[in-house]
């Protein structure tokens, strides 16, 4: 099943928001992370995945003497990232619409490549880690950043990240994501060829980016809540939490991002 199918199931306009959301939430800690692995400004850069480019616009704004080339394969995400960095085009970027199983970009040309939240979509990782290893140069570097469901993170109170699990639990099985692609990213990029391995994990905290952020801030009419209540309260007692300013602020999320790096041998 492709991507897009996404949208059958949460709608575009949700998952436009959801990928928006994810692109900023914790960006600090994890560009600060990425700097610890060998980002430096002044590097070309490839975005695989760039979706909406918002993730891109972070790396141009906070790396204003690089270059980065934003590879996406679904079209419309594509479109709105056209239209949103409309003014870095034809200056320091470079828009490819493409797949990373095949992308087209010459070989041995990017110093820095970044993916992220891709491959757990990827029905063959490996042959998108073996066209990241062609793409970059020799001494180059490559961060993929995805998650794990077996360390993906935990809440308060904890029927929160209960019931988004299992709600994630029904996308996966019907979009045929593979949300235990964190545990296998290092080997793959080991059996690749890559060394200098490296695994990081960056956290994302509510109290530091803000539980609306994650939670959103839709508020659920009380007469929807009593209606839900009859046939699932505890799914009803998470929309009301949701939708309380004052109960929603005292609530606690943690997630992780996993990050594993490797470079391209010189010789």
């Not at 914790?26 to 990425?34: I, P, S």
């Not at 070309?44 to 590879?71: F, K, M, Q």
């Not at 960056?202 to 609306?212: A, E, M, P, Q």
């Not at 009859?230 to 602020?249: F, T």
Request: hydrophobic content about 35%.
């Amino acid at each position: 099943m492709s991507y897009n199918s996404i949208y059958d199931i949460v709608g575009f306009n949700n998952e436009v928001n959801r990928l928006e959301t994810q692109a900023k939430l914790g960006w600090k800690k994890e560009f600060r992370t990425l700097k610890w692995l060998g980002l430096k400004d002044g590097m070309r850069i490839l975005d695989v995945g760039s979706g909406t480019g918002a993730y891109t616009e972070l790396l141009l704004e906070n790396l204003p003497h690089s270059s980065v080339t934003a590879l996406e394969v679904d079209k419309k995400l594509f479109d709105i990232s056209k239209d949103r960095l409309s003014d870095y085009e034809g200056n320091r970027l470079n828009l490819k619409f493409g797949s990373i199983k095949n992308s087209g970009l010459k070989e041995n040309s990017y110093d820095f490549v970044v993916c992220r939240f891709v491959f757990q979509h990827l029905e063959n990782p490996m042959d998108a880690t073996r066209e990241i290893y062609k793409l970059l140069k020799p001494g180059g570097i490559v961060a993929i950043i995805d998650s794990d469901r077996g360390m993906y993170g935990v809440s308060d109170p904890d029927m929160l990240f209960k019931s988004g699990r299992g709600f994630i639990s029904q996308i996966e099985k019907r979009a045929g994501w593979n949300r235990e692609i964190g545990r296998k990213l290092l080997k793959m990029l080991k059996y690749t060829g890559f060394e200098q391995l490296d695994f990081e994990a960056v956290t994302v905290h509510s109290d530091l980016v803000g539980i609306k952020n994650i939670l959103g801030d839709n508020k659920v009419p009380p007469e929807i809540i009593k209606m839900v209540s009859r046939s699932n309260p505890r799914l009803a007692k998470i929309m009301r939490i949701c939708s309380d300013s004052s109960q929603r602020e005292k609530c606690t999320i943690i997630f992780l991002n996993l990050i594993a790096k490797g470079e391209k041998p010189i010789n």
